[in-house]
């Protein structure tokens, strides 16, 4: 797989993971590109327009106030709209580890609030995936 291993990331909090992503030069574009995504520009589901490079959107026209992470995220599910992302995945693209928190949960609660869309859907045991918006 193009993302370590949780149970390394685990073991070594700020060691060999950190350097090992620093050591690559990946930012968040070459992390998922590598992990199959291809971001193109402008990204659209329905009225929703993610601008990756800058780093805006805009839902019927209207721009949303979103922070740097939360368009990342946005743009990778709408990279990828049938991939199934598992949190250790989300991790690795979005912020260069796999620590294990709930700060993927947190971004995507605050995407749902932000959009007033119910974006995402929980695949049991796997992670999230783009539900399909009209």
Known sequence: MAYPAP??????TAGPLLRSVAD?????????????A???????????????????VTLDG???E?????????ALFLACPRKVWSRDQLHW??????AA???????LCRLRTKTGLDLFRNVRDRGWALRAVA
Do not use: H, I, K, N
């Open 38 to 56: 291809a971001l193109g520009a402008p990204l659209v589901t329905g009225g929703l327009v993610v601008d990756l490079p800058g780093y805006a």
């Open 7 to 12: 149970a390394l990331a685990r073991r070594t």
């Open 66 to 74: 979103l922070s740097p992470r939360q368009v990342e995220l946005l």
């Open 101 to 107: 928190s709930r700060r993927v949960d947190v971004q």
């Open 24 to 36: 690559t030069g990946q930012d968040f574009a070459g992390r998922a590109a590598a992990a199959g």
């Open 93 to 98: 693209v979005c912020w260069g580890d796999t």
């Open 62 to 64: 209207e721009p949303l």
